[in-house]
C-alpha cells in the first residue's frame, strides 16, 4: 500500500512506579491500544420541569434526616 501522509504519531504517558530504573528502548512492548465506540448525547435544556416525588431534594434525596 501506498499511503499519501504518514500514520500518525501515538503518544502514551509512561510512569515508573518502582524504585529502580526502567530503561525503554526502540521496539520495547509498552502499551495496548483498546478502541471503543463512543456515543454522544444531544443536550436539550428546559425550563419546564415537572413535579417529582423526591421534590426539591435533588437526586439521591430520601427526605430523611
Same mark, same amino acid.
Given at each position: ?11 502514551i504517558i509512561l510512569f515508573?512506579?518502582?524504585? =529502580? =530504573?526502567?530503561?525503554?528502548? !526502540?521496539?520495547? !512492548? ?17 425550563? =419546564?420541569?415537572?413535579?417529582?416525588? !423526591? *421534590? ?6 430520601? *427526605?430523611?434526616?
Amino acid at each position: 500500500m501506498v499511503f499519501a501522509a504518514p500514520p500518525p504519531k501515538v503518544k502514551i504517558i509512561l510512569f515508573n512506579f518502582g524504585e =529502580n =530504573n526502567f530503561v525503554v528502548k !526502540r521496539g520495547d !512492548r509498552i502499551a495496548q491500544l483498546v478502541l471503543a465506540k463512543t456515543y454522544s448525547a444531544k443536550i436539550i435544556e428546559s425550563s =419546564n420541569l415537572i413535579e417529582t416525588e !423526591r *421534590g426539591e431534594g435533588g437526586f439521591g434525596h430520601t *427526605g430523611k434526616l
